[in-house]
DNA sequence: GTCTATAGATTGATAGAC
DNA sequence: GTCTATCAATCTATAGAC
């Protein structure tokens, strides 16, 4: 954190601990402390908290968009091409893969994922609303792609079935910073998954579910 | 809430604040506020607000997991008994619809649905390792029955496999109360969606999940 | 831009009268 | 068991010197 400017290290502090404790059980002087800046730094440069947790989401998740939207609309247009329905498995590919390598590409990156694994979940408003707020467009162009590529399935079921598929990838990377309870076998298998052999996983059973007849 | 004596007052105040705003976002006097008691009440009836806490949780959940083992144990010995595995769809169902249909037996019910649903993510420990504590020896029973039903599957994939499911149950009974933006066609598809075929979606969703090449 | 100091509000918990 | 009153700690946010 050394060479790094006041408000990148408030940014990276404040990542830290809305990931690990949440948006209310984190305070200015948790964030500060850490980011070796003084209190009042953070109402200079953000205006409020909640300011400064909407820098954070946006920070990660705008570039981490533009790049899945990008994957969506190249599998859309070659399914178009070819004059084919596009196939489940390359859209959720498209949607899934660049989260779990931003993941892998370093220890900061795993408290923003443990963050947005969390985001749809998150007890008051302030932290849900800001994440859809950013999502929602993105999630649009899924459903509507999803749906040519399961033209036979009724609405609601693609709904449901895409609601569902939210709620693992999300749980999945919200877990994979947390531990168990006892000495169990389990634990270790998270540890020891590989990032690639975790997206295959969630992938067949992700689409799996998704095609199911 | 009239005929009701105080502490069982604390606990559905408690399960209402707790399930709509989280834990931390919660504060006492908002909970005694609605029970319509005294603030002292609380300490006097409970010992703290994270004693509380647990007994909002063991209330619902300790009978609602003595169905559910009753059912999985019921699922394994009809198995044994015709000397074959046990089918994943019943041993899905035999943990997933007690949950789902407590959820439709009335207006306080859903206030803990919901609140469970979002144990998992919580983003303090203090929820999360509370749940999780009432939890564990079922969900490992659930284990061992799944590995029955799936003799050939690695046990990693499995257990990443149930991570899916989990995450895909808790969502799916999380977003069972909140809203979404704009006025899109999907949000009136939420609350037409029947109990049962809810849980049937659910039930056919993960099981192909699972039951995955 | 960074600091100290503090305002102003809210919190969980408790003491003690009744 | 229920009440009032209050403590001690915490919080976000800001004012003002440098």
Redesign the interface.
């Known amino acids: 954190m050394a060479g790094l400017d006041t408000k990148e290290r408030i940014l990276n502090a404040a990542e830290h601990f809305f990931a690990?404790?949440?948006?209310?059980?984190t305070s200015l002087r948790m964030i500060t402390g850490r980011a070796k800046v003084n209190l009042a730094a953070v109402n200079y440069h953000f205006g409020s908290k909640e300011a400064l947790l909407k820098e954070v989401f946006e920070r990660r998740l705008i570039p981490l968009n533009k790049i899945r939207r990008e994957n969506l609309e190249r599998v859309r247009d070659d399914a178009r091409k070819k004059g084919c329905k596009p196939n489940v498995r390359d859209v959720m590919h498209a949607f899934i893969e660049p989260t779990f390598h931003f993941m892998a590409s370093g220890p900061e990156a795993k408290d923003f994922i443990a963050l947005i694994?969390?985001a749809?979940?998150?007890?008051?408003d302030t932290v849900?609303?800001i994440f859809?707020?950013i999502m929602?467009s993105l999630f649009?162009l899924l459903?509507e792609i999803l749906a040519d590529a399961l033209p036979e399935l009724p609405?609601?079921?693609l709904?449901?079935?895409l609601?569902?598929?939210?709620?693992?990838?999300?749980?999945?990377l919200?877990?994979s910073q947390?531990s168990?309870?006892?000495h169990?076998?389990?634990m270790n298998?998270?540890s020891?998954?590989e990032i690639d052999s975790?997206i295959e996983?969630?992938l067949?059973?992700?689409?799996?579910?998704?095609?199911?007849s």
Chains 1, 2 share one sequence.
Not at 20 to 25: A, I, T, V, Y
Not at 120 to 124: F, I, R, T, Y
Not at 204 to 212: C, D, M, N, R, V
């Open positions: 690990r404790d949440g948006f209310h059980n694994g969390r749809l979940s998150e007890p008051d849900r609303n859809i707020h929602w649009i459903v609405k609601n079921v709904f449901w079935r609601q569902f598929s939210m709620g693992a990838m999300a749980h999945t919200h877990i947390k168990f309870p006892e169990h076998a389990f298998i998270i020891e998954t975790l996983m969630i067949k059973y992700i689409t799996s579910g998704l095609e199911a």
